[in-house]
């Protein structure tokens, strides 16, 4: 077998190129420029703002990529200015804006952007959105409303179901000691969602609130101004520390590893057949199978499934959809599908349920859709399904769990699952997404209590879209919101977000997490027959991720490590007891090498998977399993490791 494959490709995926962002600097304030927007304010190394946009989004929320043209940048001593003029256009409609960006040394920034629709334009929101990272949740935050009242508040700590701040103008916080910002929002009436729900990294303040119509729709030739300007306070605050080594200091038993599950859709049964050898490397506990009957699915896509998870030595468990909305008539449609499921042999142990009505969103303010009543739904799949765990939420994401939540003293778990690229599809915006997973465990366990929870199945891309019709095809391979096909799972960073993706879950305290699936858009191993584009001239071929899913499903049940990294949004890593001493996984979150340190402990014996093991890597299903001593760990660009340390 040949691998064809480029570095980015091998790093990504896909041979997109990603423009770098251009760093503008005034004094002590700087920002990166990137596709005409702004991402890390910072002012003395601390960071203020996530991202500052303006944006303009279509009748589906899907999200354009600007034209930008008479791109003008100017820098000085004194500070730096930005202008351009940007399209917005698919083939019914445009909408034209220019914008003048301009920060100076005492850490003013004001982003004004002027814009006109030059056809009739429909739209779920046109206008500047601006972004506080995570870190904020919690600390207090001084409120300044539309109608001039100023009031004392904090960012929520728990995941905010709805908008936890309403009709703003401007916010305040304190970034670091001795170190405010003001963000003040002209031009429109804000307020802000909590984009952890999301697992974006912050907290969302957006224009136009959604209590009004939306799709609206700008007629031709309406005109719109708005801005943003964000101002600092500095009472002697301290530089940010620079980055150097990053140290792992590993603790105590954690409690069990949680089990690792994988996914199926019967669309991709044939290709995971073919590949079932491989496949079964892995070894999953268990496989989700999927059943839905309004994509034809009925009992012979679930008795190929069963077969398949039998091939890989995995328990079947079933993730049903229930079409019928009256209460009666769901109960019999749980019941016929019991008596489905005693015709294959009764293989499920767990079966997870949901009205097909919760797979769609229902926004704050809006009135849920008629669905059968859920303590209805969970006793019909107890009485249907007896001896199975019956489990119960959201097939979509925490979003909808955290706005319609179960009657958890019914279920044996508690169900969600996530998506990487809802709201953005740019590298750093997968990564940076990995830091809201412990708030989701954190807000996940308030909503279930005791119950134990399931979450996934979960990739970087969306299996399905909750706020659409569909999610994107993407058949050109590249980067963007709400990809089904996302290319990185096929590559170095894909691997390395399902080490932070497990890690972070697992030390939230999930019961057993779902990854991806076997083959195709989420799968870790290439087939001949998939759709997606290929690396290989033969197949089987082993995706990076392969390895990851091998390795973490033979730690589970074993007993789990405290991981502590003093620098959590660089590396990500994950601990457990093993035969002889303690087995530690590392991944790098970024595209720059990162030299790591392991506390308390000289000796190491371990193996690497960086971009020039690719190869090596997608023929050899034990290519970690061989270790040799490591004087030092050097974490190549999205690289894993895998390490066994002595106790």
Not at 76 to 81: D, I
Not at 385 to 406: Q, V
Not at 545 to 567: D, K, N, P, Q, Y
């Amino acid at each position: 077998m040949s691998i064809n494959a480029s570095l980015a490709v091998r790093l990504y995926g896909t041979e997109e190129q990603a423009e770098p962002p251009r760093i503008l600097r005034a004094g002590s304030l700087t920002v990166e420029l990137e596709a005409g927007n702004l991402r890390y304010v910072r002012f003395r190394g601390h960071e203020l703002l996530r991202a500052v946009s303006f944006i303009v989004r279509d009748r589906n929320w899907g999200t354009y990529n600007p034209r930008i043209s008479n791109l003008f940048t100017e820098e000085t001593e004194a500070g730096f200015r930005v202008t351009y003029d940007a399209v917005t256009a698919d083939d019914h409609q445009e909408f034209r804006y220019s914008a003048e960006i301009s920060g100076t040394s005492d850490g003013q920034l004001t982003f004004r952007a002027r814009g006109r629709a030059a056809t009739d334009f429909e739209t779920n929101r046109t206008g500047f959105v601006v972004l506080h990272p995570a870190s904020t949740a919690g600390r207090p935050a001084r409120i300044e409303h539309v109608d001039g009242r100023v009031v004392e508040g904090a960012f929520p700590e728990l995941i905010d179901p709805v908008q936890p701040m309403m009709d703003l103008r401007g916010l305040t916080h304190e970034a670091a000691p001795g170190l405010s910002v003001t963000c003040r929002m002209e031009g429109d009436t804000f307020e802000m969602e909590d984009q952890r729900n999301w697992t974006d990294a912050s907290f969302k303040t957006y224009v136009r609130p959604l209590a009004l119509p939306w799709p609206y729709r700008l007629a031709a030739d309406t005109e719109l101004e708005q801005s943003v300007t964000v101002t600092v306070e500095d009472r002697g605050s301290a530089t940010a520390p620079a980055g150097g080594t990053i140290t792992v200091r590993l603790g105590d038993d954690a409690g069990p590893v949680p089990r690792l599950g994988l996914g199926l859709d019967p669309a991709d049964a044939e290709d995971a057949r073919a590949a079932r050898g491989s496949l079964a490397e892995i070894g999953p506990s268990y496989l989700i199978c999927r059943h839905d009957p309004r994509q034809g699915h009925g009992p012979d896509t679930l008795r190929a499934a069963i077969e398949i998870a039998r091939d890989l030595g995995a328990q079947p468990w079933l993730e049903a959809v229930v079409l019928s909305i009256e209460q009666s008539a769901a109960e019999a449609e749980v019941a016929e599908l019991g008596q489905m499921a005693v015709s294959l042999g009764s293989p499920f142990q767990v079966v997870l349920i949901s009205p097909a009505p919760d797979l769609k969103c229902t926004l704050p303010g809006s009135i849920w859709p008629s669905a059968p009543p859920l303590d209805a739904l969970y006793r019909a799949a107890r009485e249907a399904f007896p001896g199975a765990e019956i489990g119960g939420g959201m097939f979509s994401y925490f979003t909808e769990l955290n706005r319609k939540r179960p009657p958890t003293e019914l279920l044996d778990y508690v169900v969600f699952t996530t998506c990487a690229v809802v709201h953005a599809g740019d590298d750093r915006s997968v990564m940076e997404g990995l830091g809201s997973l412990p708030f989701i465990a954190k807000s996940a366990r308030a909503i279930a209590g005791e119950t134990p929870i399931i979450v996934g199945p979960s990739a970087i891309g969306m299996r399905d879209n909750p706020y659409g019709e569909a999610p994107m095809a993407n058949p050109r391979n590249i980067r963007q919101a709400m990809n089904f096909n996302d290319p990185r799972q096929r590559g170095l960073l894909g691997a390395a977000w399902n080490i932070g993706y497990f890690s972070h879950l697992a030390r939230g305290g999930a019961a057993a997490i779902t990854l991806g699936g076997l083959v195709g858009a989420f799968g870790a191993v290439h087939a001949r027959r998939s759709w997606t584009q290929p690396f290989f001239d033969a197949q089987p071929g082993l995706y990076p991720v392969f390895h990851i899913l091998r390795g973490l499903a033979r730690l589970g049940g074993r007993a789990m490590i405290a991981t502590e990294i003093s620098a959590p949004s660089l590396v990500q890593g994950f601990a457990a007891q093993s035969d002889s001493g303690w087995e530690l996984w590392l991944a790098n979150l970024t595209a720059e090498r990162q030299r790591v340190m392991i506390e308390g402990n000289g000796s190491i014996q371990g193996a690497s998977l960086a971009a020039e093991d690719f190869e090596a890597a997608a023929l050899d299903p034990g290519f970690l399993d061989r270790m040799a001593r490591m004087d030092s760990v050097e974490l190549e660009p999205f690289a894993i490791a895998r390490l066994a340390l002595q106790r």
